[in-house]
């Protein structure tokens, strides 16, 4: 079965744009989280949606937005960009939440502010 | 805060021979913890877990050891291969909490 569907790779923005990155869970899976990896930091949980509902939200300024859409595709927002926000994202898919072998992680998107 | 911390940014270890990763946390209210391998360029791939009620997972050649008095985990790989290189992450989580809490991950490279 197909993983979980991240776009877009790679993405180059300047200081002060705004972003979109999706992500297409598994299918079936109802469950999508949001993190964030830079060097140093491992990754930080930005944020989870369960059937189109924030459940949970991370430490991050209202810069940083999601939401869920009733196929269960997400979409994340990040305005008035900063050079700080230059990381790689990363979006989980899950039947119902963060639990071991269930819980998968798609590739990516490297997003790079200039 | 750093709730999860892997002290190790790297560890190079010789092919064949025991790879151990360690992980401490400073929450009490963990429940579950998991290690993810990550590759470059892909996202992070579960490897396994275990259960605050357990002090020790097996799965083929990786080990979870969980010392709940010490806050400690750690992963032990045997034999170590060249294809264990990668980026390993410890993760924990709270019982009804839906996110993990990673460390910042340890390079590990197998040297053959």
């Known amino acids: 079965k197909a993983g979980v569907t991240q776009t877009p790779r790679y993405l180059i923005k300047t200081r002060g744009q705004q972003v979109t990155l999706s992500c297409s869970p598994i299918s079936g899976h109802r469950s999508v989280s949001w993190y964030q990896q830079t060097p140093g930091q491992g990754l930080q949980f930005l944020f989870e949606y369960f059937s189109e509902t924030q459940r949970n939200k991370g430490n991050f300024p209202g810069r940083f937005s999601g939401r869920q859409f009733s196929n269960s595709r997400s979409e994340m927002n990040v305005s008035t960009l900063e050079l700080g926000d230059s990381a790689l994202y990363l979006c989980a898919s899950s039947l119902e939440g963060a639990r071991g072998y269930g819980y998968t992680f798609g590739s990516g998107t490297r997003l790079t502010v200039v | ?112």
Request: aromatic share 12%; net charge positive.
């Open chain 2, 1 to 112: 805060d750093q709730q999860v911390k892997q002290n190790s940014p790297s560890l190079s270890v010789q092919e064949g021979r025991i790879s151990i990763l360690n992980c401490d946390y400073t929450n009490s209210m963990f429940d579950y913890f998991l290690w993810y391998k990550k590759y470059p360029a892909e996202g992070p791939t579960f490897l396994i877990s275990i259960s605050s009620i357990k002090d020790k997972n097996e799965d083929g050649r990786f080990t979870v050891f969980l010392n709940k008095s010490a806050k400690h985990l750690s992963l032990h790989i045997v034999p170590s291969q060249p294809g264990d290189s990668a980026v390993y992450f410890c993760a924990a989580k709270s019982e009804g909490a839906q996110k993990l809490v990673f460390g910042q991950g340890t390079r590990l490279t197998i040297n053959p």
